[in-house]
């Protein structure tokens, strides 16, 4: 049985992106943040935790001009952990590497438990293959 490294968040960024070009390859970093609700001795608790994301390759081109701090994202990728020396001092970095980053729009003035039916979507609404990577699809799931 093969083992299963997939992460999946949804959060606001931290702060507004960076893009770099490592030799003829582009890449966007930037931190988002997830927050967890819930009771804790009948009073509501909120945690918060900061992600480090990356993503790779064509899609930097135009997530780019999109992201900006405060934005909502789902990201979909997988846990990487790199390590360097400096100084003799051992130092560590995990961060998400994404396949798929997915802006989610804000629609304060619409009610937040209703969807818009598939019926209503327009022509240039994105569909999720436009954000990163295909699907590796059913088949690498072992269940």
């Not at 480090?52 to 979909?76: F, M, R, S, Y």
């Not at 327009?122 to 088949?139: E, F, I, L, V, W």
Request: hydrophobic residues 30%; contains cysteine.
């Amino acid at each position: 049985m093969s083992e299963i490294n997939r992460v999946e968040l949804l959060g606001n960024l931290g702060k507004d992106p960076e893009r770099r070009t490592v030799g003829d390859t582009c890449k966007l970093e930037f931190t988002m943040c997830t927050t967890e609700k819930f009771l804790r001795n009948g009073q509501q608790v909120e945690v918060s935790d900061w992600h480090n994301v990356e993503i790779w390759g064509q899609p930097v081109e135009w997530l780019a001009p999109v992201l900006k701090k405060g934005a909502k994202v789902h990201v979909l990728g997988s846990l990487k952990t790199q390590s360097w020396e400096k100084d003799g001092q051992k130092h560590y970095k995990t961060f998400v590497k994404a396949v798929r980053v997915l802006p989610i729009a804000r629609n304060d003035s619409a009610p937040r438990t209703t969807s818009k039916p598939a019926s209503q979507a327009r022509q240039s609404d994105p569909t999720p293959g436009d954000y990163g990577a295909a699907d590796p699809g059913n088949d690498d799931i072992p269940f």
